[in-house]
RNA sequence: GACCCUAUCGUCCAGUGGCCUAGGACACUCCCCUUUCACGGGAGUAACACGGGUUCGAAUCCCGUUAGGGUCGCCA
């Protein structure tokens, strides 16, 4: 039981890291963090031509992104570096010229590729997921000889990937679906290798909200719109766990220690998962929520940035607070907030039509700014008690002063709570800001 | 076409023979809170694919049908 568990995530660099590789990459993270183990990252980038240095960065960036740190790998090496394919070349020569010795290889007549030779027997994987599952390699015409490499030389995923899960020590090679029907003929490698091969366990696909297979333009098929689309990692990474597993009771919103705690094989599902970004916007939100104030901060910046939002912490936490169990996405927060830093504020034109062009509004603000001039204390509690007593004393609904001044000072119908609002612009700056309406629309 | 996997609300999950007139969450509808928009609270609509068995008893076990998905490459 002293057994060292070691698992791997072998992307081939695309240019994107799917949802369902991100997934795949999750279980065996979470598997290894779970077992104490190790969790290896090895890039599949047989297809020279294909792979670029740049989509290789886009699967770092997007792993690292989900918080998935590798123990072994690109970029912080191993004892089985290294852990690109297209370095391996001498291993898997030696590798071929084992199989070779044991008669297991022949050329192929026309092209002059390397095939090798199966048994025909039946083969039974005993997947840790699906279970046993035989496979009947009797007839040559159904499953011909397997081509493990190319008359350039240049070698086949199911020959190098299973070299390297044998000369990485893997003990767990947990993967999607699609490579079940694979694994029989792993297991014929493995045989004629004389090594006793890993535990195998097929996670379930996942497939658009429709069942159809998810492509690269389909909503949420790529890290990268997480990452563009301001959402927080740790609900994503939340989110895709309970895509083909669950903690069994009805927990969902589950902290990343929980995750780690409560993961493992047994509880994953074999049906495939389809996916719900309406769901994964809910987390967003849930998450955004409940996490800390200086954590909203620091996912809220790039986005304040990139909109030309540049203010000190202490004018930003305030007003970034007024929106923090309200918003959904990060990208919505500079919209939102954008009029606090800048009296030169866009006003809505629905709203100044529906608002301030009512009979009687300009009077009203007038009146509330007379109220509002003469305050000491300038927040939430007064202003409100301020405003529904200055309304009371006129006969009118307090909403007669609300939505003027609202439109007043933000420009727009919608927005935080107004008090709270005219707490964090400030006496000055609210003032200012009725009178400058005041003037504009006074014609 | 062959082989393999799967089959509970629209979606994600719970359920491993009686506790199920099937539970939670998202989405949707309505109500409350809030004279904004949200959040939150409450209520509601909504499922065991079908047909045979086994059993005193089946969402749960077996068989078949159907449906969905996957794999059959000198892609990974």
Request: aromatic share 10%.
């Amino acid at each position: 039981m002293s057994e060292n568990v070691r698992v791997r995530f072998a992307p081939s660099p695309t240019g994107y890291l799917h949802v369902g590789g991100a997934r795949t990459a999750l279980f065996n993270w979470l598997y290894a963090r779970h077992h104490g183990g190790t969790f290896i990252l090895r890039i599949e980038d047989t297809d020279k031509q294909r792979n670029t240095t740049e989509a290789v960065q886009v699967v770092y960036d997007s792993l690292r992104w989900l918080g998935l740190d590798w123990d072994e790998g690109p970029e912080i090496g191993g004892d089985h570096d290294p852990y690109f394919q297209s370095e391996r070349d001498a291993i898997y020569e030696s590798y071929f010229q084992r199989l070779q010795e044991g008669g297991h290889l022949y050329q192929d007549k026309d092209g002059g590729a390397w095939r090798f030779r199966f048994t025909r027997e039946v083969v039974e994987v005993d997947d840790l997921i699906c279970g046993p599952v035989a496979f009947d390699f009797a007839n040559v015409e159904i499953t011909p000889d397997m081509t493990i490499r190319r008359p350039d030389g240049s070698w086949i995923f199911h020959f190098v990937n299973v070299v390297d899960d044998i000369e990485m020590r893997m003990t767990h090679v947990i993967r999607g679906e699609d490579h079940l029907p694979n694994t029989p003929k792993h297991l014929q490698l493995y045989r004629a290798l004389g090594v006793v091969p890993p535990r195998f366990a097929h996670i379930p696909l996942i497939l658009n909200k429709d069942g159809s297979k998810m492509s690269k333009r389909d909503q949420g098929a790529s890290i990268n719109s997480y990452i563009e689309g301001g959402y927080a990692p740790e609900a994503v990474r939340n989110y895709f766990c309970l895509l083909g597993w669950s903690p069994k009771d009805d927990t969902e919103v589950l902290p990343l220690d929980q995750l780690i705690a409560r993961f493992d094989l047994d509880a994953v599902n074999r049906k495939g998962a389809h996916f719900d970004i309406a769901k994964c916007d809910w987390f967003n939100g849930q998450y955004i929520q409940r996490m800390p104030m200086e954590r909203y901060l620091e996912l809220a910046q790039p986005w304040l940035a990139q909109a030309g939002i540049v203010a000190p912490t202490e004018q930003l936490e305030p007003v970034l607070a007024l929106e923090k169990m309200k918003v959904t996405h990060f990208r919505e927060i500079p919209d939102r907030i954008s009029f606090f830093f800048t009296e030169d504020y866009a006003y809505d034109l629905a709203a100044v039509e529906k608002t301030l062009r009512k009979p009687g509004a300009l009077e009203r603000l007038a009146q509330i700014a007379g109220t509002y001039s003469v305050l000491e204390t300038f927040d939430a509690m007064t202003l409100e008690a301020k405003l529904k007593e200055l309304a009371g004393s006129l006969g009118v609904k307090p909403a007669e002063f609300i939505h003027p001044t609202r439109v007043a000072v933000s420009g727009r119908g919608v927005g935080p709570s107004l008090y709270h609002m005219l707490e964090v612009l400030g006496k000055g700056r609210t003032l200012a800001r009725i009178q400058q309406t005041l003037t504009r629309f006074a014609a």
